[in-house]
């Protein structure tokens, strides 16, 4: 070991420098407690890279043990893999950009409601039992002529008195429609159509093939197709046709006037009738009592032809009365007849 005085002039300026800098230096109260831990010798477990290692290793165990979880998974509980462990970005850390909002769901918007003038189907007794009498009805619907029709006559009561339908309540139709070959009509609201029509269902079932085919024809579609009757989707039966009107429809029927509707003078009294030798019977009636009387004619013998009649009256209320001739002189089956009871301006 060298001493002092066996140090070069290097070494002995080198020397000199350190000494006066260490004279400068004034050790603060901790200065060997910092000294110590700056020279302590740290743990391997608690190296920084280790510490890494180590953090590492956890997050891939975690990992395995969400994807297990998940994979066991088997019913509609949320499973780990589902729920977000990550912090709420803070203000500074939220994007300045945000996704633009989604497009509202798409609607189908209902067509608007138009008027539609439809025939419909009811019963009436005709003195020869119950058979097929008809209404016009002016309707703001937004469904098809076809559908509109069979639905006034399952809901809407005859605006007649006299007449009545064959359906129990609660019936409803959903879609009527002509297809390929015959006019679809869709119900429910009863398990079949012996429920829904009561003591006479092959008349019931009429009521709503004329109801049907009528609407069809009076909208310019094919009235001469049978309908096929389906309950919650599925057939009701075959595809059923018109009965032969002389056998189910009443042989005298009045379009004209609605029944308590108000009009001015002149009135035109429209109809058709099946009737012996084209003749048709009218009464004109005022509380009761016979004021007028007559005949006119339909334009064919003893198949469904239309007639008219125009009547000069005051104001006041009438019931007109159309009936079919008896030839028989009371021999056979009373005369079937229609009424109308209407007031006049």
Known sequence: MSTPENWTPEEQKLHGALHRAAERVQPGPDGLARIRRRTAVVPMWRRPVVLGLAGATALAAAVIVGGVIALNDDGDAPVASQTSTSPAPSPSETPSETAPPASPPATETEPPAVSLTVPVYYVADSGDGLRLVREFRTVETTLSPIA??????????????????????????????????????DLTGTTSLDAATGDDPDLALQQL???????????????????????????????????????????????????????????????????????????????????????????ECCTFAPFELELDLEPGSYEIVMSESDPSDGEGRAPMSDSRTFVVE
Not at 162 to 185: H, K, P, R
Not at 215 to 225: K, P, R, T, V, Y
């Open 148 to 185: 509109a029709a069979v639905n006034e006559m399952l809901t809407v009561p005859p605006a007649d008195p006299d007449y009545t339908s064959l359906w129990a309540a609660g019936v409803e139709v959903t879609a009527a429609e002509v297809g390929a070959g015959f006019i679809g009509v």
């Open 209 to 299: 093939v004329y109801t049907a085919t009528a609407a069809a024809a009076s909208s310019d579609q094919d009235g001469s197709l049978p309908v096929q009757v389906n309950v919650d989707g599925a057939p009701a039966g075959e595809p059923v046709g018109r009965t032969d009107p002389l056998e189910v429809r009443q042989l005298v029927q009045l379009n004209d006037p609605a029944e308590g509707a108000t009009l001015p003078s002149p009135v035109m009294v429209t109809g058709e009738a099946a009737v012996f030798e084209a003749t048709v019977l009218w009464e004109l009636r005022r509380d009761g009592e016979v004021v007028d009387s007559g005949n006119t004619s339909t334009t």
